[in-house]
């Protein structure tokens, strides 16, 4: 079983389970599950990183809490943060990633940024293109504007707004995409980002431990790194694949995220599928068994979004906003108010209605459609944002700053 003291000591499980996309800032209604509390912070997006969490607030500045050893908070410190902490930087954001020990995020367009949109990075390098760790932002160098970021353990990919996909970071196992398929490709890593291979153009890429997955404008899913497991999904007992590999299978997808050595992505029609690592039970099929192609999770019902965290995955159906959660619970965070380990969806309680949740090392956070965010799990650095480092197997009110 996982002991909390590996991911204390080690902080090598990796995850990113953060929506694409942020919602446009707009003024949040009223709900009835809205905790009233008067400094809260309102958020368009959060992001749950391996023991920090992030989050886009209403006015575009970024708010992080939890571990900051490295940095990864972004307020020019390294000091852990119980509660939310604003970066430190007068430029606004759009989509926030949190990672292992770094942080990146897209810019809104302003005349600071020349109109365009470009990724910032923070905490420890070469994450951001640069060679040494920062506690404040700055900027990825390439000169490339882009519209969605995600940073993974070593490595983070970004996709321009003409939708092509470019990588940077640790490449041991080809996760950067630029290789033939047959060898790693350029080893070890890039400071700065390289083009993924191919002629495809993605709507959004999803980066995790040791590789990387990207849905395509025409609803292709494609992944390439480390296959070990099958985290690339496509049948094979290759090692790895370093160019951009077609999934198993015939399907069209709309929305992928990445684990730790697993993946899982939602179809057209709402079905979620999972492949990979999976003896932890994240691939949500009722099963501990990894699986080289996509296996549908066991559950009727319809979900619009996938989040998958280092061993454990969350899902929120298409009609409302209900959020379930599968996998290994020993900090509570699937949310269900136990600590049992599930091997299928599981409601997460409390009566609260998710429309966005991303799952972290050992916790889940989400926000309401009021913009109130939640979180859940394993919170010994205070990733949950309540002020405590008391884990919770049900979703507690993140503070205000």
């Not at 430190?88 to 759009?94: E, G, S």
């Not at 020990?101 to 809104?108: L, M």
């Not at 005349?111 to 365009?116: D, K, L, R, V, Y």
């Not at 299978?249 to 029609?269: E, F, I, N």
Request: charged content about 10%; glycine content about 14%.
């Amino acid at each position: 079983m996982r002991t909390h003291l590996l991911l204390s000591l080690s902080l090598l499980g990796l995850t990113l389970a953060c929506r694409e996309d942020a919602e446009a800032p707009t003024a949040p209604g009223p709900s009835p599950a809205l905790a009233t509390t008067a400094s809260a912070l309102v958020f368009t997006q959060v992001c749950a990183g391996t023991a920090h969490t992030c989050g886009v607030a209403l006015d575009t500045r970024i708010y992080c809490w939890g571990l900051n050893n490295s940095g990864q908070l972004g307020d020019g410190t390294t000091t852990t943060r119980l509660v939310p902490v604003p970066v430190a930087t007068t430029l606004r954001f759009r989509q926030v990633s949190a990672g292992d020990h770094s942080t990146c995020a897209i810019t809104t367009a302003s005349s600071a940024t020349g109109g365009q949109t470009f990724a910032m990075c923070w905490g420890a390098g070469p994450l951001g293109g640069f060679a040494f760790a920062s506690p404040t932002p700055v900027f990825v160098k390439s000169g490339l504007p882009f519209r969605q970021v995600q940073v993974g353990f070593e490595h983070a990919c970004a996709v321009t707004p003409d939708d092509s996909a470019y990588c940077w970071g640790n490449n041991f196992s080809g996760q950067l995409g630029g290789g033939d398929g047959l060898s790693p490709g350029p080893v070890p890593s890039s400071s700065t980002p390289i083009s993924v291979i191919g002629s495809h153009k993605f709507r959004h890429v999803a980066t995790g431990y040791r590789h990387t997955c990207g849905v395509t404008t025409d609803n292709g899913l494609f992944c390439w790194g480390s296959n070990h497991y099958g985290s690339v999904g496509d049948s094979s007992t290759s090692e790895f694949r370093s160019a951009p590999t077609r999934v198993a299978g015939k399907r069209q997808y709309h929305q992928v995220d990445v684990g730790r050595d697993y993946s899982c992505a939602v179809t057209l029609a709402g079905r979620a599928f999972c492949w990979g690592a999976g003896l932890q039970g994240q691939l949500g099929n009722g099963l501990t068994k990894n699986a080289r192609y996509p296996r549908p999770v066991s559950s009727s019902l319809s979900f619009g979004r996938v989040t998958a965290g280092d061993f454990h995955a969350c899902a929120e159906t298409t009609t409302g906003n209900r959020t379930y959660c599968w996998g290994p619970n020993s900090a509570g965070e699937l949310g269900d108010g136990t600590t049992t380990d599930r091997l299928t969806p599981v409601r997460v309680v409390g009566g609260l209605f998710f429309n966005q949740v991303s799952a972290g090392g050992e916790h889940t956070c989400g926000k309401t459609s009021a913009g109130r965010a939640y979180c859940w799990g394993f919170n010994n650095f205070g990733q949950l944002g309540n002020g405590t480092t008391d884990n919770s197997a049900t979703p507690t009110p993140v503070a205000g700053p």
